[in-house]
């Protein structure tokens, strides 16, 4: 799970490491920790966007279906 601070400048340190969480977001192991910064609304999880969708199937007049670039 990728996790920034709610607010930019707060500073909230990894358990692991000690160091602070970047204002970016950064991938963390989603334990009983950051649960916690989640529910006292410390940290919010970075969405990412989906994969784009390359080919479509398409059905021709026939009933064949047909890769199609998009």
Do not use: C, F, H, S
Not at 22 to 45: C, H, I, P, Q, S
Request: proline share 9%.
């Amino acid at each position: 799970m990728i996790l920034k601070p709610k607010k930019p400048g707060t500073i909230i340190r990894r358990p692991d490491t000690l160091k602070p969480l970047k204002e970016a977001g950064e991938k963390v192991e989603l334990n009983t920790y950051w649960r916690r910064r989640l529910t006292a609304g410390d940290v919010v999880e970075v969405l990412q966007p989906e994969p784009a969708k390359y080919y479509e199937k398409k059905k021709t007049k026939k009933g064949v279906e047909d890769d199609n670039l998009i």
